[in-house]
């Protein structure tokens, strides 16, 4: 890292100082990523100063060890990972702390029960854990079980989860001393319902062995109940009684304190999107009024119930009727028969004046990607300003560092991030004539020959040269035959000056040192959602047509809950990114050519072998469904045919076939020409 020069010394020195009066607690969500165009939320867009610690939600546990949640949280060989490119923001600010938060709502009780039942269980995780952080840069871990003692999980594991926080701080010291870095840091998220605290939680001892818990103050109130409520007011109302009266901030904040949490340890939730409801009547639109469920998915977060901060200020800019609630200081709008409470940046400003009057450590928000950090709605000339303002509340002064130009409407931002190819001839190399913007991944006809194509990733060029005798397809993106080609050099340059125009779901960021970019990662159509789409009314020759199941998702709306519906928690032998409702939920095809991989997901040929394409029947159908288990995303030879491969996804078996002619060469991890490939003759597979 290079050298901090004075101005940039005392901006990190001046928030250092007020990071100590002040936690601002940030989650991101590696969900995010998949959502649509604007709405896309990925590392790059993270701000450096906007938050003293930034959490990544979330890991999950296989056993009593953590794991990836998501196919490109980690680095692999060929493709730089989340969980890299989330904590590159520690060369942008050095004083900001990157935490790696477990659990959340999808995942339950089950997997840290099963982790916590024994010391031994427990001192594995614990010793994984330690490794698992300190290599991929972490400074802490954020325990999100959802709750202990609750949703399944046995009475026992109020004890258990405290012996696991003792043994889990014992442990961060003594590798601190061992190896004279700083500890780990350990922090939570828990429950704000009374229920939920005194079942789950001995709150005394595990804040003596917690740097800090976030108390989940929101999603107090929701479509979940048969009439409206903010989902999380400031305090209770008038006419609130018994256990609603509890449902606030106030309450629950003061509660977690008087059972034994410092108040410089407690970080209040605040919430950057808004509930929704449907109500029986439109014109009986106040609070308490009926509701029969959820409110409309907005066009980002696709979530029934659910909107994001800045789809709800989209929704006022159309003509949605504010309201506002003075007893609990919280906001709320109406429009046809929508009812959504929300917090704005007035209301938010009130809550942190709050929570500074009564001495609280900080504040923690859910989530980053909720907030207008892209300019989406109308409101604002700058990014985040739900987060902006809260800083100014608290008093902290906040460097520019990114401009954003406004977004057309309607516009994509490209495929998702990490999107690649499927052509392989020569490996890819950086483009030096072919110049890219960050954030506008996809595919670009080279302008200088029709042979030639290049993939942007990450703002970097990758030059690609289809195999002999093929040319670049830019309406399918692959390689093929000659007649199935328009080769238009002139359309290829404009399609090139449309590589650099700045893709609206990104910031510019400084430039940092500079890093090798890796080779782009090859990924299925079963994770590639935009990249290979194909029209199947118009089949090119020699294109072969793949099938995908599309697993159905159930997920079943909490009482109080952090983690959104679109939280990608699959259900078993799923094998894709989480399945939105604007998406369609048919079969997809995928283009190939003589020279790209095709796809067969291996379960599924099992399950439906009638009725598949063609080239189905060159597979095998007696691989194991386990070849997969155990081993690390990625390719592998078919041990039974040179010509086969086998894709790895989430420990899921996905068989390919190399085209007529071509072999799967075991070094370089592509298919190439079978005279190409040692040991590998042209007998057809079986």
């Not at 086969?644 to 390919?656: L, M, P, T, W, Y």
Request: glycine share 6%; charged share 20%; proline share 8%.
């Amino acid at each position: 890292m290079s050298r901090l020069n004075l101005p940039s010394l005392l901006v990190f020195l001046v928030i250092l100082k007020v990071s100590h009066s002040y936690m601002r607690v940030c989650y991101y969500t590696n969900w995010a990523q998949y959502r649509p165009n604007n709405g896309k939320y990925v590392p790059e867009n993270l701000d450096p100063y906007l938050c003293s610690h930034l959490i990544f939600a979330f890991a999950k546990m296989n056993g009593n060890r953590l794991v990836a949640f998501e196919w490109n949280d980690e680095s692999t060989d060929w493709m730089r990972g989340m969980y890299a490119k989330f904590n590159d923001i520690k060369l942008k600010n050095p004083t900001v702390k990157t935490l790696l938060a477990v659990g959340g709502w999808n995942m339950g009780s089950k997997p840290f029960t099963q982790m916590v039942k024994t010391p031994e269980s427990r001192a594995e995780f614990t010793k994984s854990t330690i490794k698992f952080l300190r290599e991929r840069n972490f400074d802490g871990l954020d325990l999100d079980w959802e709750y202990p003692a609750n949703r399944g999980s046995p009475k026992e594991d109020k004890d258990r989860f405290t012996k696991l926080v003792i043994q889990l701080r014992s442990a961060f010291n003594q590798e601190a001393a061992m190896t004279g870095k700083p500890p780990l840091l350990l922090t939570a998220a828990v429950a704000a319902g009374k229920d939920k605290v005194d079942t789950g939680y001995d709150v005394a001892t595990i804040a003596k062995h917690m740097d800090f818990i976030n108390v989940m103050t929101y999603d107090l109130h929701g479509p979940w109940e048969k009439v409206t409520g903010h989902n999380s007011p400031l305090h209770s109302r008038r006419d609130e009684m018994g256990p609603d009266t509890q449902l606030n901030i106030a309450w629950a904040a003061e509660y977690w304190y008087k059972l034994g949490l410092p108040k410089q340890k407690l970080n209040v939730g605040l919430a950057l999107y808004g509930r929704s409801f449907t109500l029986s009547d439109p014109y009986n639109n106040g609070v308490g009024a009926p509701a029969k469920g959820k409110g409309n998915a907005g066009n980002y977060t696709r979530e029934a119930g659910f909107l994001s901060y800045f789809e709800v200020c989209q929704k006022i800019s159309e003509g949605a009727q504010k309201h506002y609630i003075p007893e609990q200081e919280s906001p709320y709008i109406t429009y046809a028969d929508q009812w959504v409470g929300y917090d704005d940046a007035d209301s938010l400003a009130v809550k942190v004046e709050y929570i500074k009057k009564q001495n609280y450590g900080g504040i923690m928000v859910w989530a980053l990607d909720l907030d207008d950090f892209n300019l989406i709605c109308n409101a604002t000339t700058e990014t985040y300003p739900l987060l902006r303002r809260i800083n100014q509340q608290l008093g902290v002064v906040i460097p520019q560092t990114a401009t954003v130009t406004r977004p057309p409407s309607g516009h994509s931002s490209g495929s998702n991030s990490g999107s690649h190819s499927t052509q392989n001839s020569n490996k890819p190399s950086g483009g030096k004539e072919f110049k890219c913007e960050v954030g506008g991944d996809g595919y670009y006809p080279s302008p200088y020959s029709c042979e030639e194509y290049y993939m942007c990733n990450d703002g970097h060029a990758h030059h690609f040269k289809c195999a002999a005798g093929l040319l670049f397809n830019s309406q399918f993106n692959y390689c093929g035959w000659p007649k199935d080609v328009v080769c238009d050099l002139d359309a290829a340059r404009k399609k090139a000056k449309e590589a650099l125009k700045k893709p609206e779901s990104q910031q510019q960021i400084p430039q940092q040192p500079v890093q090798q970019n890796p080779p782009p990662v090859y990924k299925t159509p079963a994770e590639n959602q935009n990249a290979f789409q194909f029209k199947p009314q118009k089949p090119q020759q020699p294109v072969q047509q793949t099938q995908q199941v599309q697993p159905q998702q159930v997920q079943q709306q909490p009482q109080t809950r952090k983690q959104p519906n679109t939280a990608p928690q699959p259900p078993q032998n799923n094998v894709r990114p989480p399945q939105q409702a604007s998406q369609p939920n048919n079969a997809m095809g995928s283009a190939a050519s003589n020279d790209p991989w095709n796809w067969s997901p291996f379960q599924q040929q099992q399950q439906n072998p009638v009725g598949l394409p063609f080239y189905w029947s060159f597979f095998r159908t007696d691989l194991s469904q386990d070849f997969c288990t155990g081993r690390a995303n990625g390719l592998y030879p078919d041990p039974d045919n040179c010509q086969g491969f086998i894709d790895c996804v989430r420990e899921i078996s996905f068989k390919g076939l190399c085209s007529p002619g071509m072999a799967f060469d075991t070094a370089r991890h592509m298919c190439d020409y079978i005279q190409n490939v040692p040991g590998c003759n042209d007998a057809s597979p079986m």
